[in-house]
């Protein structure tokens, strides 16, 4: 370069390594760890480009070796490596025990999860085996820098030659990365969620940071903008007339479970839903046998079941109203109780799945009543119920949130309901931990059932009809070494089965039978539609008697024009029939 001597080279080169070589064990590790990750998320069948990571975490770590420098002189150095440390250790403990990296998803889950929730969850991982391999590799790592900066140390005679290489690779590594950088300050403009699922507005977020700053937009979104204008969409609902059809409906939302556990679906199970079954052979009971939900986590599957918005949708979704606030808007009274999104004062946890519920004057739009504390057991919000004295008084849709059998299952049940042992479990895993993990599921699933034939119980005698469903499925040992749910981009058939699939059901008592013998027949004749929660509310207005622009007829299970060849989507872009059109239960 003309111009440039030996001595000004020298200097360049000693002044843009300054902050690595000022922060070279933060550095290496750091690195070594991103590229870690990288090489464990494809072990776990997780995507991830190894050149990209390697290249591109090069100008990431740079620019964080910068920051640590100049916090260096007010005594807080420290604080960037921690942190990074930290961001590091969780991206490899969730690609190995979720099958995912960080993802927008991630931050909703962490955001949404509560303090209760969080220490189930800490006390159902942190005890298994498999938290030595992020603690072993972490250590590895840590290990491993500090033997090689060791060895470099003594041949001080090839110095100018790795300065050369750190210099080179910074500024290649830079100018790959300062077009992704402005990418990413793309997401922190847009205004709504469904932009974010726009394969458009996607690219490969190949380093940790990336995928960081990427989840950081969302959560972004997530607070503010979107949030605002659903509230505003809410607002201006209108309805264009209500017959109050069904004068007392009743939607139960379940939680984690895996239809494939209850008799009801699956005739080799356990016998863990007997008062259901006993509701069925009554002819009081419908198990719908053909339903999926969109998402399998409690917020989006939320998120997107209770608005009116669907995948055919041009609209973003805080365009579409809610079905809540659409039943109270045309006269019903509209009650909510929660055993997970109550509003509250100490606990900031729910991010996006409470908000909906909680933000503003968003409830008030939406609820006649909401009870204000979460109890041990389902049971106990039963109680919440108000009488039917007062339920009676005026059409109403009642809601009901339950724990179900959400993880950690043992906390699920009261002991009394311990009615499965170890021994009585059916799986391919015969280790004590796993086996006792499923028979809590099980006698999870026995005390949702007897909740269930108690809610029902409660309303026998009223002219009432009742949809009870789950947000989501749940793998519990099913067909790997995993329980709970993950996170896979591609969807295996496996995890659609036991993940997706969500037990559907209707109860009607003999005095609504009586009375809608036409919604009666109708719930009876068509218990193998396929349907997917996406297209609930048009389902609800149904039963409501509502009439409204975002009604849709071809997506109403109980209409007669319902498309039944309707593709169902899940994850935003996964077309589930055509994914299971082979699939077997091995």
Known sequence: ???LTPDLWNSLQEKVTYPVRQCRFFFLFAWLMSCTVCIVANINDVESNFFLTALLSIFDLYLLCILSCLLKKIKLGW?????VGLILFLELFIIIFFKTMLTHRTFELAMETNTRETSE?????LLQGKILIPITLFAGMLLLTYLVLRYMSILRSQRKIAMLVLFVLVIWSGARQINYYNKISHFYHLNYIFEFHDWENRYYLATPFGRLAYGIAYTRVLFGKEIEHLERTVAKTQIDSCSFKCPLIIMVIGESYCKHHSQLYNPHSLP?????????????LYPYTDV??????TVETFRYMLSTWDDLSQRPWADHTLLTAAFKKAGYDVYFFTNQFVPSLDDSYDLYGGRIFNYGKLSEMQ????NTQTHQYDEGLLAEIPSLEILSQRPTLLILHLLGQHTDYEERYPDYFKVFKTADVKSKFTDEARRTIIADYENATVYNDFVMDSLFNMFKDEDA???????HGEDVFEWRDIHMRTDEENVPQQVAHYQYEVPFMFYMTDRFMERHSDIAEKVKSYVGRPFILTDLPNLMFHLGGIKMQDYHEERDLLSEKYDIHRKRIIRMSIDYDSLMCNFKIN
């Open 1 to 3: 370069m003309k111009g």
């Open 465 to 471: 009809i009742a949809v009870y469903f789950s947000d």
């Open 121 to 125: 969850f800490l006390s159902v991982f």
């Open 292 to 297: 999926v939900a969109p998402f399998n986590r």
């Open 79 to 83: 604080v960037v490596p921690l942190l």
């Open 367 to 370: 609820f006649t009543g909401r």
């Open 272 to 284: 863990t839903t007997p008062r259901l079954m006993n509701k069925a052979l009554q002819g009081n």
